[in-house]
């Protein structure tokens, strides 16, 4: 299973039947995490907010290939893909592991996955270099077997994303 996360409308349709997703977060509603560990104690593996989110984490968890499409706000992914990534903590357990010498979180049935992931805006050195050490310092949590990291200007978006999409298409 493929799953294309944006924040932005792109121009692409994918049949669900093919595995395909493609969720464009700006037309969701979805609440920001307000830290109440509910998915954790008061229903494990299931937020407590109940909007769009709830039908997106889960095809988080079970896809096997993410595209990830951001913009970049001060080094970071930009308030809707942010809001997404932080509402699919249910996807972790609340016990701890040790992995490659540091501590996360126990994955609650989540396939590895190969990532890319498409940061766009005009962005300076200082900015590319912070989100990438932010999207290397997140491999773990994220159950990222390979990150790919991309960055384009806004106009250049849908061709760059284009690309990606096609490379779907003939695997």
């Not at 972790?92 to 396939?111: D, L, N, S, Y």
């Amino acid at each position: 299973m493929r799953l294309l996360l944006t924040d932005t409308p792109l121009p692409f349709h994918f049949s669900e039947e093919a595995g395909n997703y493609l969720i464009d977060l700006s037309s969701q509603k979805i609440a920001h995490c307000v830290g109440c560990f509910g998915c954790w104690v008061k229903t494990p593996g299931k937020c407590v907010i109940r909007d769009d989110a709830i039908k997106i984490y889960p095809l988080i968890a079970k896809s096997e290939e993410v595209l990830y499409v951001s913009r970049i706000r001060y080094g970071c992914y930009d308030t809707p893909m942010k809001t997404m990534l932080e509402r699919a903590i249910p996807i972790q357990q609340a016990f701890i592991r040790i992995h490659h010498g540091e501590t996360h979180h126990v994955q609650r049935a989540v396939k590895p996955k190969k990532a890319t992931i498409i940061g766009y805006g005009n962005l300076s050195p200082e900015e590319k270099e912070v989100f990438t050490q932010l999207v290397h310092r997140n491999i773990h949590n994220m159950c990222f077997d390979t990150v790919t990291l991309r960055f384009t200007a806004k106009d250049q978006l849908n061709e760059v994303v284009g690309r990606e999409v096609l490379s779907w298409e003939t695997c």
